[in-house]
């Protein structure tokens, strides 16, 4: 039982040096956009659009922290609001061509970060790492 604990340990220690390096990174990729704020781009552009409301549920995140990034996201002309088509009193949030092109740079200075940081580990090890990770984020989402 020492073991697992030493070992759970352990994790825990690694996971958090990991988130921040994963801030820390992000503050030198894009110095005008937040981990937070590249999270909730990223989900806006995957989700093509969707409500302030609906990416606090997601992230379980307060609605105003949620207005707070986004007002800056938007200041930034990084987010733009349109009329819902199917409900005009909704308004649904959308990168504007400007975030797209900025989250676009990120993602691809973030996956070479990665495939650099990977670099001299072998498939069979990346293979289980990515399921390790897989298997841990759905324990999480199970978990809400």
């Given amino acids: 039982m020492a ?3 030493d070992s759970v340990e352990t ?3 690694e996971m958090t040096a990991f988130a921040r390096r ?3 990174s992000a503050a030198r990729m894009h110095p005008e956009l937040s981990l937070v704020s590249y999270t909730l781009l990223a989900h806006l552009d995957d989700q ?3 409500r302030a409301t609906d990416l606090a549920a997601h992230y379980l995140l307060d609605k105003s922290t949620v207005s707070r990034q986004i007002a800056a996201l938007e200041k930034l002309g990084f987010v733009e609001r349109r ?3 199917d409900d005009q009193r909704v308004q649904v949030l959308h990168p504007t061509e400007q975030g797209a092109q900025v989250l676009a740079n990120v ?3 973030r996956r070479l970060a990665f495939r650099e940081r990977l670099a001299d580990w072998n498939e069979d090890d990346l293979d289980r790492f990515a399921t390790y990770l897989q298997r841990y984020n759905a324990a999480q989402e199970g978990q809400g």
């Fill in 3 to 5: 073991h697992r604990d």
């Fill in 11 to 13: 994790i825990q220690q």
């Fill in 22 to 24: 994963a801030r820390a």
């Fill in 83 to 85: 009329i819902d088509p």
């Fill in 48 to 50: 093509q659009g969707c």
């Fill in 107 to 109: 993602t691809a200075r």
